[in-house]
């Protein structure tokens, strides 16, 4: 039996991990901020954007065995209108935060340990409008991983992504919210909001469940010699926008939601 530690455990993600973990005879401490519904794991509760209730809960575990990043925030806004305390909060989280944990969590990891972090399918391409400040933290997140792999390979720590697209959770709804807030709110930009949404909406119309997600996490976890990249529902259309010069890129989306 293996112990390991997953992040973002209340949420639909983390929560689903930690049950895949626990189903294969693990055992498992969640850390969130927010307790989960359903109890399934070890819980601890902190926050990632604050270094101290980090300590607290590292206070409390002795040795892992691998950690899973399951914690993360979205949100649709402009990258000139978003206040700076919001622009830093996700960055604190999405970035910072598995830096922190990671930090704290690795003088702590048995021999030929694992570290599995979830990116997103947009942290290799480029980004739609609006969803900048999540595929930048993301982008960031994935280019983090891999130096972090380079260097924990030297202490015998695998390192790998998980880059999932639209997965079944509340963040779809609340990505919906978001973008409606931000229709009504822009001060900049003449969106037409239909058109957008439609964008959007066909982006996320494809998901797959949280398990499948975390059927897909238990793969470097327990691979002989994991790989870096693990995939997911990846939206083809994303992947063929991006393949597009970026020029075209521009007027694309320009007559799209002009």
Request: aromatic share 6%; hydrophobic share 40%.
């Given at each position: 039996?293996?112990?390991?530690?997953?992040?973002?455990?209340?949420?639909?993600?983390?929560?689903?991990?930690?049950?895949?973990?626990?189903?294969?005879?693990?055992?498992?401490?969640?850390?969130?901020?927010?307790?989960?519904?359903?109890?399934?794991?070890?819980?601890i509760r902190a926050d990632l954007a604050n270094p101290a209730s980090l300590e607290k809960a590292f206070s409390k575990i002795e040795r892992l065995d691998g950690v899973v990043h399951a914690a993360g925030l979205y949100d649709l806004n402009s990258l000139v209108e978003m206040g700076e305390d919001e622009f830093l909060r996700i960055f604190n989280v999405n970035l910072f935060g598995v830096a922190r944990v990671n930090r704290l969590a690795v003088p702590l990891l048995s021999e030929n340990a694992r570290i599995v972090i979830i990116t997103s399918e947009l942290a290799p391409l480029d980004p739609l409008p609006f969803t900048g400040i999540y595929a930048v933290t993301k982008a960031a997140l994935d280019k983090y991983a891999f130096s972090l792999a380079m260097e924990l390979q030297l202490l015998g720590v695998s390192v790998s992504v998980v880059r999932p697209g639209a997965v079944d959770t509340g963040m779809l709804p609340a990505s919906m919210r978001a973008l409606d807030r931000f229709v009504e709110e822009t001060k900049l930009y003449s969106v037409n909001a239909e058109r957008f949404k439609k964008i959007v909406a066909g982006f996320e119309s494809h998901t797959v469940s949280p398990q499948k997600?975390?059927?897909?996490?238990?793969?470097?976890?327990?691979?002989?010699?994991?790989?870096?990249?693990?995939?997911?529902?990846?939206?083809?259309?994303?992947?063929?926008?991006?393949?597009?010069?970026r020029s075209l890129q521009l007027f694309v989306i320009r007559k799209l939601i002009s």
């Open positions: 039996m293996s112990k390991y530690l997953v992040t973002g455990a209340g949420g639909g993600m983390g929560s689903a991990i930690c049950r895949a973990l626990i189903d294969r005879g693990h055992e498992v401490v969640g850390l969130d901020i927010a307790e989960p519904h359903e109890p399934c794991c070890s819980f997600l975390a059927e897909r996490v238990l793969r470097p976890l327990e691979a002989k010699r994991p790989r870096f990249v693990y995939s997911l529902n990846r939206n083809p259309l994303l992947m063929l926008l991006s393949a597009l010069p």
